[in-house]
């Protein structure tokens, strides 16, 4: 059952209640490996399930719009100080809903409507909100994009240099959704120097291996840091915007009043939880297990004739380029889903299939290894999906259901926050 308990709400609507039942027995029994999600603890379950979710708090601590903020300050201010001990940052604004708000917000302090911004493809590993050309943020300024070589499946210097020097973006983003290797932040900072941008570093997937000392740090090369709070970072739903001193009073601004009213202070609650968690010789354990998990097993499927991009991974995250198997990523995830494993299909560099329908899927071991799963098992996982991929091809269901069986036996002995087996 759920942990906590829901009797309130099996009372008051049982339909909802049902639902977050299943969803909860769900992330149990599966492989869930989203790399952009992970599981929450259950201090930070209830953080942000608290009365915190009454309160009205607009404005910054000592300087808000409502009255009542004798307890919401205290906690705003913990979070804030966490973030910058945690980071070693100058400042950290903790009030963003969500990590594509805290990329608005990085646009409204810097740039003007058709200004320049420069940031990875979409297709290349990039995020929609780096001025791909379906977002805001490609229809509301002049972007323009890098990618990676086709011989390395990483990050081609020459192609950012070249392009920074003739566009002169403001903005220079690096970082990204489905980047499997460790992010160059000097080389970057290097470039954007040169052509005075700011040098904005979207960690939101990397920020809890970087926490742990297992990625290196933007900080001093990056003047503008923007994450996610969830993802490898392990807290509630919402972002961070951490920067130099003399950002600050930009990116504040920026984010209240430019782009939002009241914080969602329950959610503030939840993240200062996850920085104290995350400032643990526990978390650094598991930050460095993470990124072991991972390298295992791009090396398990490596083996089996996989073909991953940029030939392996350094962090959480892998991208396999299906095309030798002559499956395409959709019907492949939906075929692993079937078999207990969650992962999500992703375009993968130079793809020759469209966006709805790619080549690629996209792997990541931070919610595996939170369950307490490490490199021995990734030989296994590798196998199952091995299994799961060929059945789909052969539209082989026995097969897939027999793996889902075997996971569900293998993950009965890993517990989860948010949930307890009924005996």
């Known amino acids: 059952m759920h942990q906590p308990p829901l009797p309130h709400l ?153 392009l920074a020097r003739r566009e002169r973006p403001k903005v220079i983003y690096c970082g990204g959704t489905a980047i499997p290797r ?50 490898t970072l392990r807290g509630p739903r919402g972002a961070m915007i951490m920067c130099d001193s003399e950002h600050a009073a930009a990116i504040d601004k920026a984010v209240f009043p430019g782009l939002q009213g009241g914080p969602h202070d329950h959610t503030t609650a939840g993240i200062a939880v996850a920085l104290k968690e995350a400032a643990t010789p526990e978390f650094r354990a598991y930050a460095h297990q993470v990124v072991a998990n991972s390298r295992a097993l791009a090396a398990a499927l490596t083996e089996r004739g996989y ?16 095309t030798p198997q002559e499956i395409g990523g959709k019907p492949a995830a939906r075929a692993l889903d079937r078999a207990g494993i969650e992962v999500n299909y992703n375009t993968v560099p130079f793809d020759t299939r469209k966006p709805f329908d790619p ?18 098992h990734m030989p296994q996982v590798a196998a199952w999906m091995d299994e799961a991929i060929r059945a789909a091809a052969k539209d082989d269901e026995q097969i897939i259901e027999r793996v889902a069986g075997e996971v569900r036996d293998l993950l009965a002995g890993f517990p989860m926050p948010g949930f307890v087996p009924q005996s």
């Open 10 to 162: 099996a009372s008051t609507d049982p339909e909802i209640a049902d639902l977050v039942e299943g969803e909860a027995r769900r992330q149990f029994e599966k492989l869930r490996m989203i790399p952009s999600e992970n599981y929450v603890s259950t201090a930070v379950l209830e953080a942000s399930a608290s009365v915190l979710t009454n309160k009205y708090s607009e404005g910054y601590p000592g300087r808000r719009y409502y009255e009542g903020q004798q307890f919401i300050d205290p906690i705003e201010r913990l979070a804030i100080q966490r973030a910058t001990d945690l980071f070693g940052v100058d400042h950290a604004n903790v009030q963003p809903y969500s990590g594509s708000v805290a990329n608005l917000a990085v646009y409204l302090a810097f740039l003007s409507p058709g200004d320049t911004v420069m940031g990875m493809a979409l297709p290349m590993g990039g995020h929609l909100t780096h001025g791909w050309s379906v977002s805001v943020t490609g229809k509301w300024f002049r972007a323009v994009q890098y990618g990676v070589r086709a011989d390395t499946g990483t990050v081609d210097f020459d192609e950012v240099r070249d």
């Open 182 to 231: 460790v992010i160059d932040f000097a080389s970057f900072a290097e470039i954007a120097r040169e052509v005075g941008a700011v040098l904005v570093a979207d960690v939101a997937h990397i920020s809890g291996l970087i926490a742990g000392g297992a990625h290196p740090s933007p900080v001093g090369h990056a003047g503008v840091i923007v994450t996610t709070t969830h993802k």
């Open 307 to 322: 073909s991953l991009v940029s030939g392996g991974s350094d962090n959480h995250l892998i991208l396999m380029d299906l």
């Open 359 to 376: 080549s690629g899927i996209r792997i990541g071991t931070p919610s595996i290894t939170t369950r307490g799963l490490a490199e021995q």
